[in-house]
């Protein structure tokens, strides 16, 4: 099968109806192997999977670093997103940094890094208190004047600085955590993605795992493995879980899905504005979350998924508290 395309936002920017989140070939879930996570990249082509995303903390750049490897003498076949926005000490991450200057500074690390002298999509990777957020969307707009940037995108932003950013240049994808058992985006921050008319690419639209039926328990994760620190998969929290998320391996068996495709499956049936970009570095995964398109949920199936994981259901906050303090809502 070949994927579909969708448009995010109105300014022109097309992509795969499903993207690959290429994070963890890098970091955060276990050893990194390069051969495999390069011939992913390379088969993620061939499936019309072509919307891949990155950043320059991820690593910290050692995941541009592959893309670029991977994509040389493959760029216009792929719509490539990385993100801005994290200052450096050598490689260590300390905090936000949207200053201008440091994001002219930043994307030309990025595009030295990715291989490539243009980003189709250049996201905020999280918003600076620091720097008023016009003067950061200016930036971004002056680099997209010059012909480094073709779209301009925020992560995990809030509905005020949504509107305040967009005003200044149209905003093209919000990225953020949406899935099943993370629903946070509902009430408002969808409606105002659908009144300014801008795409939402969801990441971890699988629950870090969870929703896969792949789960442990949170110490039973390598050190170093992110899930470690997810309150979700500790102690009581994961029990209850496991418990909300057998819906899923329910419609899964009707369907002769796997749990995964159900999940991708009901996010992509929640609007055609809506890009998930689940995340793996692996061939096998990559071709079962492409095939999710093919499964096609009716009212029903989506009513019956809604209640079971509904917010109020689900337990434990999606982050550590530290992380969750960077969040902009």
Partial sequence: MTLSRRKL???GLEVSAIGLGCMGMSQSYGPADEGESIATLHRAIELGCTFFDTAENYGPFTNEELLGRAFKGRRDQVVIATKFGSGFDGNRIVG???????????????????????????????????????????????????????????????????????????????????????????????????????????????????????????????????????????????????????????VAAAWQATPAQIALAWLLNKGDDIVPIPGTKRRKYLEENVAAETVQLDSVQMKVLDDALAPAKVAGQRYADWIMATIDR
Avoid at 125 to 135: L, T
Avoid at 154 to 166: F, Q, Y
Avoid at 183 to 197: A, D, K, M, Q
Avoid at 226 to 239: A, L, M
């Fill in 9 to 11: 936002g109105s300014q």
């Fill in 96 to 250: 936000t940094d949207s200053r201008p200057e440091h994001i002219r500074e930043a994307v030309e690390g990025c595009l030295r890094r990715l291989g490539t002298d243009f980003i189709d999509l250049l996201y905020q990777h999280r918003v600076d208190r620091a720097v008023p957020i016009e003067e950061m969307a200016g930036a971004v707009g002056e680099l997209v004047k010059q012909g480094k940037v073709r779209f301009f995108g925020l992560s995990e932003a809030g509905v005020a600085n949504i509107r305040r950013a967009h005003a200044v240049h149209p905003i093209s994808a919000l990225q953020s955590e949406y899935s099943l058992w993370e629903r946070n985006l509902e009430s408002e921050i969808i409606p105002v993605l659908r009144e300014l008319r801008i795409g939402l690419v969801p990441f971890c639209p699988l629950g870090r795992g969870f929703l896969t039926g792949q789960v442990n328990l949170a110490e039973e994760f390598p050190e170093g493995d992110f899930r470690r620190t997810d309150p979700r998969y500790q102690g009581e929290n994961y029990n209850s879980n496991v418990k909300a998320a057998r819906i899923v391996h329910e």
